[in-house]
């Protein structure tokens, strides 16, 4: 079946850039995304990457996808106290209906 | 901007009584699901739902949890027994159409209490 796996914590500086990683194992996955859930709130989209593509950049995130090594990326430059949160990355086939397979969260603690 | 409601956000009950779970998904969309996350565990996808069935469950759906849309507004999950190992935060999602990258709409979660 389909795993996907973050690794658990990440610390960085503030100003600092973070990459948090996630490997997964569906070759069949066509859409990747990356999710922001704040203490106590939902979870919200931040960006997603079609598996033809290699990256995707949107403001201060960038994605980067190896499809071969099934391992995705999230970059977030200038990383600001505001951006302490959980990030999931998860999993998809297109289109609606297709239930959506997390990674274990990874904790992003900005720190001053 | 339109987004996914749950209610109530915190439920406690004692185990072996029923509880349902409410959501209001965004209107016009198509695509319902229900997800829980165990305190510190992944977010796990348990049921979606579409032209009022039940399009894929997953093992954790069993006869105990049941899901409805009684009108044009409302989805519900129904837990008819709990048990203690149901206590978890419970994300109702939506999205809007066919095809397009299955961008769910998350709600802010139902905290489930089961004593």
């Known amino acids: 079946g389909e795993d996907v796996e973050q690794s658990l914590f990440l610390s960085v500086r503030e100003g600092d850039s973070s990459v948090i990683n996630c490997t997964y194992t569906?070759?069949?996955?066509?859409?990747l995304y990356w999710y922001k859930q704040e203490p106590g709130a939902g979870l919200q989209l931040l960006t997603y990457?079609?598996?033809?593509?290699d990256m995707k950049q949107d403001q201060r995130l960038t994605v980067l996808l190896n499809k071969k090594d099934k391992h995705l990326s999230l970059r977030i430059a200038d990383t600001q106290t505001g951006d302490s949160a959980i990030y999931f990355c998860?999993?998809?086939?297109?289109?609606?209906?297709?239930?959506?397979?997390f990674g274990t969260g990874t904790q992003l603690k900005v720190e001053l | 901007e339109p987004e996914v409601t749950q209610t109530p956000s915190h439920q406690v009950t004692q185990m072996g009584q029923e509880v349902i779970l409410r959501c209001v998904p965004i209107?016009?969309?198509?695509?319902f699901y229900w997800y829980r996350q165990i305190l510190g565990q992944k977010v796990e996808f348990l049921v979606s739902?579409?032209?009022?069935?039940?399009?894929?469950k997953s093992e954790i759906f069993d006869d105990q949890f049941s899901v409805e849309r009684p009108d044009g507004s409302n989805f519900t999950l129904k837990i008819r027994s709990t048990k203690l190992e149901d206590s978890a935060m419970y994300f109702c999602?939506?999205?809007?159409?066919?095809?397009?990258?299955?961008?769910?709409?998350f709600g802010p979660g139902t905290r489930l209490t089961v004593l």
């Open positions: 998860a999993e998809s086939m297109t289109g609606g209906g297709n239930k959506l397979t």
């Open positions: 569906d070759s069949s996955s066509t859409y």
């Open positions: 990457i079609f598996s033809n593509m």
């Open positions: 209107s016009n969309h198509l695509y």
């Open positions: 739902f579409y032209n009022n069935e039940i399009s894929e």
């Open positions: 999602a939506s999205h809007p159409r066919q095809g397009a990258r299955n961008e769910q709409f």
